[in-house]
């Protein structure tokens, strides 16, 4: 990254900038700068959602879902146990090794009484597994005498 503006930004100001979702080009060195995590605007700064990482995944299997979808309406001829079992391997298969082994995908195919009696409807939940992404680290310093450390043991 070249001229980042700003190209500093003071201590009391980022907590502020933190909660209000911003995130920006810190310096790493004289000469580079590095962006210390990419958080979304997603309010509880616990949850997976706030790494953009998550969130892309997020609308990766949003649209696989929807692959999904295009790929088996219209279907007949099948048990409901063969339906389930085929739009549950289509979405692993579309998964498969996607995200590497920073996330798990796991697709829940069901179909209800509700959709038994109707006929035509099913459900596809994608749970989507990911950690927290580390953003905070608390650094302190002790200073010690070298002759403590000879009496550590």
Known sequence: LIDINPGFIPAGIKPTLWNDGLVWAQPYDRN???FPAIQTIYENDT???NSIFTVAALCTITKIGADAWRNFTGTVGMTN???I????NYVNNRTKDIFGTLMVVVPEVIITDEDELRGYSWRLITKLYANNMKTKMVHSSE???MSDLQNQN
Do not use: K, N
Request: charged content about 10%.
């Open 47 to 49: 949850s997976v959602l």
């Open 143 to 145: 200073i010690y005498r």
């Open 32 to 34: 580079t700068y590095h």
């Open 85 to 88: 079992a085929a739009v549950g």
């Open 81 to 83: 146990e063969a339906f």
